[in-house]
């Protein structure tokens, strides 16, 4: 996949819902219509059940009129189903009507029998970030070959940070575009040792480097299991080329000894491996989809590994022996502070945690025998950011409680974050 671009990662918030709401006749009559008022904004009614017309909503979006020429009897209900803002969506006012007109009472509230909340699609810079910040990647994604003596003639680049990758591969004179000769020398001709951080095009242009340092990052991404297995244990098939039979993974160490040590490497070496890097690089680009973007960004492959005929399966490209062979291990770094306050308390207190994502929350208290005293949220989706929520006492006896917090992936329940706290009441 394309790494130079200056794109920045999408905030994980939920951008927009699917509702489904079930309304009940509980009037006396036959009705063909139903009206109703939201307390957000509806994008869009896509199910309207027996109802064949939907009256112009308000230019807010929030009152709505549907009708049809089925009869709704007593009893029997309708199933609307829609999309809406990334609030969960509540109806605040609603009633049945007959050709336009009202009959029965006015409901003042209903909850939808169903709602699915959704996270914008992630970008290239979403999985760039996760990696550096969660992976071994924080200590540096190598370019070259380091050395242990200092003072050193030669060179290699650490990268530790997703903006640094960015800065290194285009800066504001465009891409790099120079042809592949190795760290020799910068574009002023003074040569280039030891550790360097950014080697953006207008201080060292090289077309070389721009590709390994991709390749190595598509190589980490499907390690940590964010784009398919086994990327570095592909076989490239060129009969051609003189990097024919080497796994993907032998192919960037070449490049690495050659960007460091480029001395011994010829001119058409240097060709080869940047042509046959950019080909591999290229060789699964496409329209990005997910599989997760709330717990981690990962990424569905763009297309099926028969469909290149210049990759092939290597020997070892199971899922287990790749972790186990790389003994790669990432952090789970969703941490969330939590308190209430006061506590001690007499009878309320507000427990109070911060989000760094959109989530779904639940929030119970339990007793010094583990019973249940209290529901404050079940799975209710909370944004991010500081949240407050009250907890009242005044009907338990003084003692200790127990408030648990478990936090879930809006999209796919996956949990997050779990932990539980105590709190004394007083009385």
Avoid: C
Avoid at 166 to 178: A, C, E, F, P, R
Avoid at 201 to 207: A, L
């Amino acid at each position: 996949m394309s790494l130079a671009t200056a794109e920045k990662a999408v905030k994980k918030q939920v951008s927009t819902s699917e509702w489904k709401f079930t309304f009940t006749n509980n009037t006396n009559y036959s009705v063909n219509g139903l009206y109703f008022e939201s307390a957000q904004s509806i994008i869009s009614i896509d199910d309207i059940d027996v109802f064949n017309t939907i009256s112009n909503p308000t230019p807010d979006r929030k009152k709505w009129q549907l009708s049809g020429s089925a009869s709704i009897a007593p009893g029997q209900s309708v199933v609307i189903k829609g999309t809406g803002t990334k609030k969960a969506l509540k109806i605040s006012k609603w009633y049945w009507t007959v050709n336009g007109s009202r009959v029965g009472f006015v409901n003042r509230s209903s909850p939808p029998s169903e709602q699915k909340f959704f996270l914008p699609m992630p970008n290239i810079s979403n999985l760039g970030e996760e990696l550096f910040k969660r992976t071994e990647l924080s200590k540096g994604l190598i370019v070259g070959i380091p050395q242990v003596v200092k003072n050193t003639n030669f060179a290699w680049v650490r990268i530790k940070k997703w903006k640094d990758l960015q800065k290194n591969l285009i800066d504001n004179t465009g891409m790099h575009i120079g042809n592949p000769q190795g760290f020799k020398s910068f574009i002023d001709g003074k040569p280039i040792k030891g550790e360097q951080k950014i080697l953006s095009p207008k201080k060292f242009n090289d077309r070389l480097f721009a590709e390994l340092v991709t390749l190595k990052f598509n190589i980490a991404a499907s390690k940590y299991g964010r784009t398919p297995f086994g990327f570095d244990n592909l076989i490239y098939n060129d009969p051609s080329s003189p990097l024919n039979g080497l796994t993907i993974n032998q192919i960037a160490l070449k490049a690495d000894s050659a960007m460091t040590f480029y001395t011994k490497f010829s001119t058409g070496m240097f060709i080869a491996l940047e042509q046959t890097i950019n080909r591999i690089n290229r060789a699964f680009e496409g329209e990005i989809d997910t599989v997760s973007f709330g717990a981690k960004t990962v990424f569905t492959g763009t297309r099926g590994l028969s469909e290149v005929n210049f990759l092939v399966a290597g020997k070892t490209s199971s899922n287990t022996t790749l972790i186990e062979r790389e003994n790669l291990t990432e952090e789970n770094n969703f941490e969330i502070p939590i308190q209430n306050y006061p506590n001690p308390f007499n009878p309320k207190t507000i427990i109070e945690f911060t989000l760094n994502v959109d989530a779904l929350v639940s929030l119970k208290v339990y007793d010094m025998l583990g019973r249940e005293v209290a529901t404050l949220a079940d799975n209710e989706m909370f944004e991010t950011g500081v949240n407050n929520v009250e907890f009242d006492g005044q009907n338990l006896a003084a003692g200790i409680y127990f408030y648990q917090l478990i936090v879930r992936d809006v999209e796919t329940q996956e949990l997050l974050y779990r932990t539980a706290k105590k709190m004394i009441l007083n009385k």
